[in-house]
């Protein structure tokens, strides 16, 4: 395990839970029903252990952090974890709460749509959380989402700042109440329909308007809306936006025959923090992380989709410079 080599630079605070996974030809409308193939259970882990996971794999020392039930979907995730070397010391266990679960249905191009259900990370408490990042309070990074209550994710990051530790919010999924202002989050990450949501614009705004020029517009309106320290923006295939010190930069993404994009934000996050600790800028972190994100959405499944550290750098010979 990582704990007893070297202490964790990454503590990843999210929900865990399992996902089962369906592929269907398009979405139902509501009121019909629709056959699914392949129906399965899944190795996805939702957005914590899902990082977490990707971030072990690149050999970067990390720590989850949350609370999962004495259940057959949390002794998967302790499994998957462990294997990837991450530091599961502070997860709580408790016969009070039931691990989460979910259902990604995917269609014939890839493209996907995820219900979620309640973490059981929701059931930590302020104290809790006090005591674990404490426990870990020379990490350099925290990284925190939406799949778990916001309050906490926050309080979570409110914490880690007030210790010098670098937080990262990803705001998925957006509350639909608004998130307030971001003053302890050092980045936050968040897509395009996520920031087209926090900076309040409605779909009728959005019509006709496209190209890297109106995503500045976009990119800095949730900058002046929330207030966190940077902000990026991820795209897809084409790319991301930066807002860094005021300076807006699209970096173009990878072009790549997409197979499966489950999971596929969760990489770029997980590959973007990594860079971090490897000592990269915010921008040379997201030109990689890119390139990182192409390689998943070529492969089926999500945890399965995370390389390894030799896997991606193989990968990165191929394609290009830019490997740390």
């Known amino acids: 395990m990582v704990a007893a080599k070297e202490a964790p630079r990454v503590l990843v605070f999210n929900n865990h839970g399992v996902g089962q996974y369906v592929r269907i030809d398009r979405l139902p409308k509501w009121g ?46 302790i499994a998957w974890m462990e294997e990837a070397g991450v530091n599961i010391s502070r997860i709580r266990r ?3 709460v039931n691990t989460c679960t979910g259902i990604i249905l995917t269609d014939h191009d890839g493209r996907n749509s995820i219900v979620v259900g309640e973490s059981s990370s929701n059931a930590m408490t302020i104290e809790e959380l006090e005591e674990d990042i404490g426990y870990f309070s020379n990490a350099d990074i925290l990284i925190t989402g939406f799949e778990i209550r916001e309050d906490l994710a926050l309080k979570a990051a409110k914490i880690a700042h007030n210790k010098g530790i670098c937080t990262i919010l990803n705001a998925s ?13 050092d980045i936050l990450i968040i897509n395009w329909e996520e920031a087209c949501v ?31 320290g940077n902000v990026i923006m991820t795209l897809g295939d084409e790319g991301c936006m930066v807002l ?14 997409a197979v499966d994009t489950t999971g596929a934000g969760d990489g770029f996050l997980a590959a973007f923090a990594a860079n971090l600790v490897w000592g990269k800028t915010i921008t040379e972190a997201c030109r990689w992380a ?24 193989r990968f990165m010979d191929d394609s290009g410079p830019d490997t740390p």
């Open 32 to 77: 019909e029903t629709i056959r699914g193939k392949d129906w399965q259970f899944e190795q996805d882990g939702g957005k914590g252990s899902n990082v977490a996971i990707a971030l072990g794999r690149l050999k970067i020392p990390t720590a989850f952090l949350g609370k999962i039930g004495k259940d057959y979907w949390g002794d998967l995730g």
């Open 94 to 96: 408790s016969e009070q």
């Open 173 to 185: 999924p957006v509350p639909e109440h608004g998130i307030g202002m971001l003053l302890d989050i």
């Open 198 to 228: 926090l900076a309040q614009i409605e779909e009728e705004e959005q019509d006709g308007k496209t190209g890297n020029g109106y995503r500045a517009q976009v990119i800095r309106r949730v900058k002046q809306t929330c207030l966190p």
């Open 244 to 257: 860094e010190d005021d300076i807006c930069t699209w970096i173009p993404g990878v072009k790549q025959q």
């Open 290 to 313: 890119n390139r990182y994100s192409a390689y998943t959405v070529a492969h089926q499944g999500t945890i399965p989709s995370y390389p390894d550290r030799e896997t991606i750098e």
